[in-house]
């Protein structure tokens, strides 16, 4: 009886160490300087910029000479999306690319919202600030950064903007929403030095969101976006007030997957899975090895190489189009590879889908976005921010045709303060551009939670 007590204790003194050491580990980083050159001695400008998104007759006649010299390749018989992007399709896209959809009425759309640039370790950050219209009296607006992956843009939240910012619902909290470009993304600039990665983003996000006054804020993403969020959550865990993310791959495999792995199939509840679970897991070599690899192609390309079919993309609007909207396609849902048309526009509009590629095509940057797959994937998969659990509150939106599925056991693996775990209706990787309303009851949900439960600390 003596022994088992004495192994007991010993046991639970060895977790309880390990759990508070993990407590205890905070990110490092260091400032960076990413323009070109050495950084000047006079020191950084701070100057907060306006910035509008603007055409020209010259960008128009340039994007239509290179739509017109195009040179099409059919696709093979009865191969709908599998080969990737259907040639057909692809000639229907750019015949409305070319012939209707309107720029110009799509820039305007894009400043609707306020603009700005701002110079953080040597290169220009964009952003959009967007205050609320309306506080209820006693109260102020919630500060939220929010932050896309790729191929997306700050473009993917534009119809999530207004729901947090002038909610119908009068019960519902006001946001002020902060939406940068990752650097190398839409209208941020690129960095000229190698080693930009997600760590880089997160440190140069934090320092944009203090320049704007925030102490402390909220914070969402998806895609990159996801692993920024995380990064910054990681190095200034009193700063960022609560994560929201509806992507979350699990970073470095610990026990506790590998058995729910091995044993979940025959042992669900012992796991905590829910039928969705099973059927978006097993079999395991099917669901999440080979399904992996047939999605994952480009990754591998932009890990290592992303230059060398980057300069193609930059070239042709028509190849980068392909290149792209393939990725809204199938990363909606799998089902729509076998779809003549990719099933594009039963969850978009062509408009909207156009204008996120007119963002990569006119600010040249593809090449750029690719790089950051090789930044964080080019000193292999055990970078110290993968060892380093969250502790930050977090909400986790489980959208049911997301790219990789995560359930709940693995979710709190690395975010050890997991508040809501909500499985969402319907939805997939683009979810705040696809589910706009979904995405904004989520975040509301889980806010209020954190709200709530600060007020009666206080109290």
């Given at each position: 009886m003596f022994t088992?007590?004495?192994?007991?204790?010993?046991?639970?003194?060895?977790?309880?160490?390990?759990?508070?050491?993990?407590?205890?580990?905070?990110?490092?980083?260091?400032?960076?300087?990413?323009?070109?050159?050495?950084?000047?001695?006079?020191?950084?400008?701070?100057?907060?910029?306006?910035f509008r998104v603007t055409t020209s007759d010259q960008?128009?006649?340039?994007?239509?000479?290179?739509?017109?010299?195009?040179?099409?390749?059919?696709?093979?018989?009865?191969?709908?999306?599998?080969?990737?992007?259907?040639?057909?399709?692809?000639?229907?896209?750019?015949?409305?690319?070319?012939?209707?959809?309107?720029?110009r009425k799509q820039v305007d759309k894009l400043n609707l919202y306020p603009h700005f640039k701002t110079k953080i370790e040597g290169i220009d950050i964009h952003y959009l600030h967007v205050k609320p219209k309306k506080v209820p009296e006693g109260t102020s607006a919630v500060p939220l950064i929010?932050?896309?992956?790729?191929?997306?843009?700050?473009?993917?939240?534009?119809?999530?903007?207004p729901l947090l910012t002038d909610p119908s619902n009068p019960h519902d909290l006001v946001f002020e929403v902060v939406c940068p470009s990752i650097p190398g993304y839409g209208f941020s600039e690129a960095p000229n030095k190698k080693g930009f990665n997600s760590v880089c983003a997160a440190r140069i996000f934090h320092k944009l969101m203090k320049r704007l006054g925030f102490q402390q804020y909220y914070a969402h993403g998806g895609d990159w976006g996801w692993l920024v969020t995380t990064n910054m959550a990681q190095l200034e865990p009193k700063t960022v007030k609560g994560l929201h993310l509806n992507?979350?791959?699990?970073?470095?495999?610990?026990?506790?997957?590998?058995?729910?792995?091995?044993?979940?199939?025959?042992?669900?509840?012992?796991?905590?899975?829910?039928?969705f679970d099973i059927q978006r897991l097993f079999p395991c070599m099917e669901k999440l090895v080979v399904e992996s690899i047939k999605e994952t192609g480009y990754m591998h390309i932009q890990a290592t190489k992303p230059d060398t079919v980057g300069r193609g993309l930059n070239d042709s609007p028509v190849g980068l189009a392909a290149y792209?909207?393939?990725?809204?396609?199938?990363?909606?849902?799998?089902?729509f590879r076998n779809l003549d048309d990719g099933g594009l526009t039963r969850k978009f509009s062509l408009d909207d889908l156009l204008t996120n590629i007119?963002?990569?095509?006119?600010?040249?940057?593809?090449?750029?976005?690719?790089?950051?797959?090789?930044?964080?994937?080019?000193?292999?998969?055990?970078?110290?921010?993968?060892?380093?659990?969250?502790?930050?509150p977090t909400g986790f939106a489980c959208f049911p045709n997301e790219l990789m599925?995560?359930?709940?056991?693995?979710?709190?693996?690395?975010?050890?303060?997991?508040?809501?775990?909500?499985p969402m209706d319907r939805g997939g990787h683009f979810a705040a551009m696809e589910e706009p309303q979904l995405m904004a009851e989520d975040i509301q949900k889980f806010t209020k939670i954190l709200c709530i439960s600060y007020l009666q600390w206080i109290l």
């Open positions: 088992e007590v004495l192994l007991a204790l010993v046991i639970g003194g060895l977790i309880y160490f390990l759990v508070q050491r993990s407590k205890n580990q905070v990110l490092t980083t260091e400032d960076g300087w990413w323009g070109s050159g050495a950084p000047c001695d006079a020191g950084e400008d701070d100057t907060i910029r306006s960008e128009l006649e340039d994007l239509y000479r290179r739509i017109d010299l195009t040179r099409p390749f059919p696709s093979l018989e009865d191969s709908q999306f599998n080969y990737g992007f259907n040639s057909q399709y692809l000639q229907k896209v750019v015949s409305y690319w070319r012939n209707e959809f309107d720029w929010m932050v896309h992956g790729w191929p997306g843009s700050f473009y993917e939240f534009y119809g999530l903007i992507f979350a791959p699990p970073s470095k495999p610990g026990l506790s997957m590998a058995l729910s792995m091995m044993l979940g199939r025959h042992f669900p509840k012992l796991f905590g899975f829910t039928d792209i909207l393939e990725k809204f396609s199938t990363w909606t849902s799998h089902d007119m963002i990569y095509w006119t600010s040249g940057c593809i090449i750029s976005s690719m790089r950051f797959y090789k930044e964080n994937f080019g000193q292999g998969l055990d970078a110290p921010h993968a060892k380093i659990p969250v502790f930050v599925h995560t359930p709940k056991l693995w979710v709190k693996q690395k975010y050890r303060k997991l508040v809501t775990f909500t």
